[in-house]
Nanobody, 115 residues
């Protein structure tokens, strides 16, 4: 089964940008969709953005126009470009790979937006 490793999180001031990366080890060919989720303590994990194998993307209303999900199959990597970051974007961000009969989660990367 594939392993997902997120990176790119950190501390950024409001209005700043970060790019998260999720590298997939193996089984890229069988992935139906990749999703970025975030979870803040005390709240449910929510979908931020996803990209299907056909290239279709979905975004949460709260991030539309600010975040962009993309993929680089040659590098087995999915990205989440986050612009115009707000304090409410502070969360642990997780990537998820959806296969035909299973899914795999990464370990998460912390994003903190604060002045």
């Amino acid at each position: 089964q594939a392993q997902l490793v997120e990176s790119g999180g950190g501390l950024v001031q409001p209005g700043g940008s970060l790019r998260l990366s999720c590298r997939i080890s193996g089984r890229w060919f069988s992935i139906y969709a990749m999703g970025w989720y975030r979870q803040t303590p005390g709240k449910q994990r929510e979908l931020v953005a996803s990209i299907h194998d056909n290239g279709n993307t979905i975004y949460a209303d709260s991030v539309k126009g600010r975040f962009t999900v993309s993929r680089d199959s040659a590098k087995n990597t999915v990205y989440l470009q986050m612009n115009s970051l707000k304090p409410e974007d502070t969360s642990v961000y997780y990537c998820n790979a959806l296969y035909d009969s299973s899914n795999t989660w990464g370990q998460g990367t912390q994003v903190t937006v604060s002045s």
